[in-house]
């Protein structure tokens, strides 16, 4: 592939670049439990629309772009009163969730070495925190340390306390964490924050733009948003339950004091004197402006019909889950997400996974435990009993079929969760993953076998290999 030596129509080009989506899962239909936030083409269209308008402006100057730094107030004034700030939260938008979390781990981290000197930062993270935040700990040299939860998948807050000393910056609760849909117990977080004089942030990214409107409906959520006292600052994205074009999420802070550490300013730069607020220099206009755009065209009435149909469609996934003998809810989340697993030792649920693939679902694994994962939009409520049928024949096939856990991705993604070596996993992922991105990378198919120059035909697949050093690393061992 080299670029086209001459340009070439845009109808010629617009048509290829539809044929490219063939082969891309059908989301447009219910069938997809991740990473998107569709309702209809009507829809997408006014978004895109929106974005056309400003699709050439750049946030990076607020003060050319006028429009922009107008859109970008707005929409940080209404997520401070959404989420029961006061008239003094402020906060920037950003590209998405994880830069928001990435630019409060960086403040944070900041903020304890100008105030109190700390030169060895950690902060103290549930395991179910998000990802994003363990890469915010690579990217910021900031250590972690880990709270695990309890059998009741509830984070345990005494854990917490323990873990908390001088060099804390930070601690972190989500509302809700994303692997299986609970809320961290955030007034109690608020408290051990207060009482030794840490910032404690809340990753809203997934409820920030449900969890007030299902409240509003009069679902009970407990506190979780500024109206917690210890709570100093919020990432709540509007590219998810907010349903803006993607590339849109807000930080907010309680006040400018802490906001001011986010900031980034360089005096001396030949270009000229540059302050920048978040991670990005030129910000896109366009999905600012979609944003702004999809908060105006829902407002309080439409967030919260979508809350409602989100919650029909969660409640009827989770009572159909539940009405299966071999398969439990993990812990007891409100919505709109939920992860499940196997209570029967004859089905594995990474088998019962492919099943579900082979019938046309896009499903997320989890692992510690193993599991499966929903993530349920007002969409849902048009497949969601076409899931729980599949869902309930994908059961009986592997309990009539024990040898399809040893098949296909179940066998790859049980080896990925049980082998101890957790090292091995991210060396060899990694392996793999960087190919993708090598000149004419491929996929990145985990049981397949690996693609790339100098692959042999038949050679063994990565799980294949991985158990295989694996046993002859234990023989070794025990020799
Ligand atoms: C999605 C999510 C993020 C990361 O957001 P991206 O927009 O995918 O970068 C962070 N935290 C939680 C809880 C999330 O669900």
Redesign the pocket.
Known sequence: MTLPETGRPPGDVLRELRGFGDADPDYKHGRVWSLVYYLDEGYADFLAEAYKLYSSANGLNPTAFKSLKRFENEIIAAVADMLHGTEEVCGVVTS??????LLAVKTYRDLARAKRGVRRPEMVLPETA?V??FKASEYFGVKVRLVPRGDDFRLDVAKVARLVNRNTVMLLG?A???PNGLIDPIAALGEIAQKHGVPLHV?????GFIQPFMAMNGIELPPWDYRVPGVTSI?A?I??YGFASKGA?TITYRNLELLKHQMFVYQDWPGGVFASPALLGTRPGGAYAAAWAAMQYFGQTGYRDLAHRTILAFDRMKAGIAALPELRVFGDPKGPLLGYGSRDAAVDIYAVGDQMDARGWQINRLQFPEGLHAMVTAKHLESVEAYLVDLKAAVAAVKADPSLARQGSAATYGLMANIPLRGMVKSRVLDIFSNMYRAGGGDLDLSAHDAGPGAEAGAPSLAERIATWYVQRRRRRQR
């Open positions: 998405g969730g994880t830069e928001s979390c998000h994003a935040w989500s809700p964490e994303y990753d809203a990214c997934v409820g990432s994205d590219h998810k999420s």
